[in-house]
């Protein structure tokens, strides 16, 4: 273990034995510090939005499939040009020092090792540069909490493009802190510094609050800071926390490479919809001119395979690994998406899919259940 | 604490540290007698009506909107001509006095320090000349449980008349009480005189139970009285226990100039639906034709906002209200509503709107949800 | 305290103090032998028919109508020319010696006390003649388990026209037993004889299990059945257990005075529709060609609303009346039947309602509710 | 008790007192060992299908029918050419040797002294030719788990054929096993060889898990083989596994004489549709081409109902048989089958439906129900 300001991060490394992501959980909370693990698994207000996140995958069914002929289903495929081992990745979250030493710099050797995508966060424990040598050449994108300095959101655009980020996830579903009860509850400060913020005038995000971090942060985000992020870095630019057609559609006119369908996992507007109630919707919109991410809820591989037939082109999810990095360090971030794959890749067995694109193209039963 | 009759009224006068509405009836228990709170907290028959209120929020979802290149929403409003800083209103409330000692004159000053708008109830523990003064200037109405005596019924018009209230709110869904369970648990009685009652020939409402004030009241309500009692003050109108387009055009036809959707908080026909849940058809009926109040089971700022969105103008509450009196007095009063104002103001940043009336246009959604 | 053949039956006679009827099941629990309060409570096979009984009124919510002009509602009613002091009426329940030593004498008086009307039971502990004495001139109706001898068929009808009967309630839905596990669990007979079995050749019913006596009844019911019995009585014959617009349809067209829409109190079907749920489409089949009467689930003067408004005309319960039976004797059924004409005439009030007339009239919403 | 490898099996011989099958599992859950038991109960993931399967039937209500002029109901039925005295018959399942000594052969002599039939499975603990005559002459299936070795599928065909059975079920939902999470809870191996897989080069099946098991079997499975099966044996092809009109017509297309409608008891696609949601359009489509098998989640006579109402020709069930096997043997099997006939003989005569192919066109209401 290793204490930082009081704070005890676990240094473990190793494979973990996974029964399911839902049961890690309680095995990450007994060794995250409370205001750490708090802020993690979160929401706001009183979590309706982030519980329906995961309850909300059972609005849609999964048709099975026999005499289908296949076998040995395929995981890889191609979005954004790059190729993935898995459509399931790394989703950008911010501080993951609150659940190990090593933080997104083990994340990324954990992505890495599954051919997966990972997402570096603007609110990162570690540096820019150094979580991308971890990834060893492994595939990153760089996501962007705009700060009101313009010359801030320029150097760490820089910084990403050096470090050879494959696109820019810029965040436009935070122009302010969600009410997260956790974090007043537990009166939560960052004990960990955020390495990407050493450079902002206000200080390095340790011994701050969420509102805090926040405060630097720009409130008013609009169509022509997608522009101008796309001519400054160009590179591909994906708008995250998208929960409507008519957001997909602006940020698109804006110039958007790709759509994140997102609602934060239920850490922003509680009160709004599922992230998964929305996706089909914007889907149809998008019309494939751009790929689609989805996050939010997603624990299961049948989860993966439904957001897959709904629209996304990718699936991302951030507590879960950030409980197996806990856990296991790299290896544990490993384990997270082997086991997800595992159960995604039986799903997609016996509903007769042999390819994601075959995924993308299943037929989803939306019969009301109760629970 | 002051006792009167044996009862126990808190006379604190404190800030508080909300942090959520719901979580401060728990506090409030604590202090407030059994039967009063009782009164205060209780529904009718099973409280079902009571439960679905604010249960019924979760109908609708707020669309989350980015890219809106807004920030720093704005709370102010102006309805009936009346400019205001929240759109959150302080509901008609009988007998607060059960709550704290200085009752409405208290709740009156918490109110107009946030720069809201206070009703006062028939059923004030205080009088309407005391509340008045003590809202120093700030906009009131007075809320008339109709009397069998017409000439009760002037002399408390001309009293707030006098005091200088905006606009008269006739309750028309009490023409009879509730099986109200809680009550006769409690054998309630009602240990504290009410004010304005001290003018009845029956007496001053001490120590009678619910059914003995209600029998004082009329029970046969109809439009002429509408029309009388704004003939009488030449104020403003605004009929309040309207549960159905049909009703809202009756008090309109009579020259209601406003409309109160409310079902007294689940306090009277229990099996009547949720308030939240009539709002969309009784606004488009209403057609912007007069200002709609709203209230019944609203404890979140996203609560406010839904309302807003379906076809509100103001969003009344009563019981957060009077909890925060009895923790805090008027500073817990302005407490309670700067917390729901504080998550207001997140939602309508999240959901891309800057001004009441941009929330008065967001979409909501419809999504079926199990709980 | 009477005890017969071990089995100990109440003998109170007092006025009760009624907080609500589902409250007065736990109290009766308490002094009704176990046997006989499975029995009495008990559904069929997992009892989901009898939960959704009650559950379903959730499905109708009653709309408050304010500016009615309206006071004091009158609960008085006419049907099948009989001038009732209310609307709510003794449902036909077998075996009344279980919960009280006066049996069907005593629910007779108390339901005489209120004006209201009486149905007796072919499995009644009281014989046809007492009972109707025992109501002392108040209107009876008889209700006939269709015995496979028919002499002993007419030797009950013969008794019940002479007793003075206004009507006969044929039971159509119970020609085999529903399968009630707290009768299995109980391993329960009947300790109390039943007086009109006492001319039946196998006996008077003691000693017996609920399956012994079925074996005496008819279990091929048809319309000619309905003929032959409106014939040879000359009386209107109400056809209870009815369902279905179909079964309503043939049942009038077999000569039945009245449709008696009811699911045996969950105690037959399992995994048939709440009762409730059906009356609408069935009042709108039978269309006023002849009374409805309903039962099934009611304990709520809402509840009796709502059945009058989805199209009963006469509104019947059965358990809660043996609770108070039990508890109270005369007296207890009849402030059983004073409580829920006290909550029912609420209602009316809240619901602008006048009349039992008006109440037939009154709208009805259908929001979907979780809960 | 026998102790085989340490597995301790029941080898109780009785008849069996049942209040209900639900009831049943508890008490087989307290003598068969838990890896066993686990592998019997389990599904897959989080059993959220497992659950839907046996809540679904309250997504569909029986319509009480009375005035039907009928008696004694006939469970008869003749399907696929054989006399049946119940239309309720044993699903094939696997390792029954984990419930008892005797195992299927227990189970056939169970099935054959109500007039029922019996399928035996692949991977069976007694043999083919054992179990079959076991069955006495009652009629038996037979159904395969394709191996990848189409010689060893030849001999377990030519073994069946031989043996007598009037077809063969062709399992098409299990190319891959599900995601069972109570196997890996309790890391189970099968104590008990599977006698059929003695020919398998690889083994008897002892001392493997689940997953070794499956991998021996054929993943790709295609239309091709129900034709090659059909055409090797010249006896029927059932095809189960079946959960949507697309597969049942791509069955029927090639060659199947039958239709088994099945998730296989929620232990493979979680996060699929319950079976008896995805009946009626199957039966649509089949529209009466081939006959119809339905199973999982099975455990009243009114699902029994439900599911001949909803299209199916047969009703299968397993796990209440196991629990009947391990608590009785052969007689707890037969009373397994008697109570739900019981169960069901009941429901057909107060839904007034004389006979098998009465309840076949059964109507069913379908409204909505919370729990």
Redesign the interface.
Known sequence: MTVVNGYEQSDNEKKLDI??L?ALEDEAKKIIPTGGYGYIFGGS??D?TLK?NT?A??HA????????????PDLSTNVFGIDLKTPVMMAPTAAQGLAHAQGEDDTARGVAAVGGLMAQSTYSSTSIADTAAAGNGAPQFFQLYMSKDWSFNESLLDEAKKAGVKAIILT??A?????R?QD??NNFQFPIPMANLTKFSEGDGKGKGIADIYASAA????????RRIAEYTDLPVI?K????P??AM??IG?GAAGIYVS?HGGR???????SF??LESIAKAVNHQVPIIFDSGVR????V??ALAAGADLVAFGRPVIYGLALGGAQGVQSVFEHID??L???M???GTKTIEDVKHAPL?H?????
Chains 1, 2, 3, 4 share one sequence.
């Open positions: 029964l399911n839902p207000e009183d309706w329906q309850l995958f059972e069914q999964i048709v099975p499939k026999a005499l289908s002929d296949i076998e040995k436009v579903d122009t302010v802190d969600g009410y009860e007043i509850i409130q008013k985000i609009g169509p022509d800071d997608v708008v926390g998208v929960q409507s008519e957001d602006r940020a804006a609602n922003q507007l509680n009160g709004g919809p599922a109630d929305v299961r591989g049948s989860h395979f439904k595992h159960e890749e039986i799903i067995q016996l509903a039963l019969i009301h259940y109760n629970d």
